[in-house]
């Protein structure tokens, strides 16, 4: 059976939900993924709110219930939201009250701008320029722009990993940079077209996982010698 009356919430009036987009940082959506996003973007754009039992949630926030509704996500909509943040898109997340078992779901700010249709502009060339050499101003790492911080650069680059094995040090890396991809803070850098990463020798095994990672996240890498 089908219908409004077989919800546990129906649809609020005013949401037109699409079956396929592209979203504000170039991925392309159907389906449940494009339902969810659709409506957390118009969340975000329109300040909506939503009614949790006797409150309501704050302007563009979504309770999670209703990412799992037939008209949205249905039954796997949190797991929608995880496809999601593993396509580059952030999506935040917190308790709806302290005590409350409800989360609420949103977009941060200028992530709710969703491209309307499928034949919307194929995104932007990123290329990562990745050269083995001397950083400027010495050090084992420079990175141009200088807004790298969600590489980890150079935190866990230089600072827990200088007593690991090479192996061990990339492992740790790898999952590091991994853990920033889901959590959405390569997001930091979608307006960026190139990156400019020098790494001396002593960190040389992190050329490779910045590479693997990078061109997981759709940028280009070019690998060269430096000076």
Not at 57 to 66: E, H, Q, S, W
Not at 72 to 101: K, Y
Not at 182 to 210: K, M, N, Y
Request: glycine share 12%; hydrophobic share 45%; net charge neutral.
């Amino acid at each position: 059976m089908t219908g409004p009356a077989f919800y546990q919430v129906p649809k609020p009036a005013g949401l037109h939900l699409q079956e396929e987009l592209v979203a504000a940082n170039g991925a392309r959506l159907s389906g449940a993924r494009a339902r969810v996003y659709s409506l957390l973007a118009q969340a975000a754009t329109k300040g909506l709110r939503f009614a949790v039992g006797s409150a309501q949630t704050a302007p563009g926030r979504v309770p999670g219930f209703l990412l799992v509704e037939p008209w949205s996500g249905g039954g796997e909509g949190l797991r929608r939201v995880r496809d999601l943040r593993e396509r580059g898109i952030r999506v935040e997340a917190e308790r709806f009250a302290p005590e409350s078992s409800t989360f609420v779901y949103w977009l941060p700010g200028g992530e709710g701008s969703p491209a309307v249709g499928p034949a919307a502009t194929t995104p932007a060339r990123r290329v990562a320029a990745l050269c083995a050499g001397t950083p400027p101003g010495g050090g084992s790492i420079a990175v141009e722009p200088a807004i790298a911080t969600f590489l980890g650069l150079p935190g866990p680059l230089e600072q827990g990993l200088a007593s690991a094995s090479p192996e061990a040090a990339a492992a740790a890396y790898r999952q590091h940079l991994r853990d920033a991809w889901q959590a959405g803070e390569f997001l930091a850098i979608e307006s960026v077209l190139r990156l400019e990463i020098t790494l001396s020798a002593d960190v040389a095994w992190a050329g490779p996982v910045l590479a693997e990672v990078l061109r997981a996240t759709g940028w280009e890498c070019e690998c060269r010698e430096g000076g």
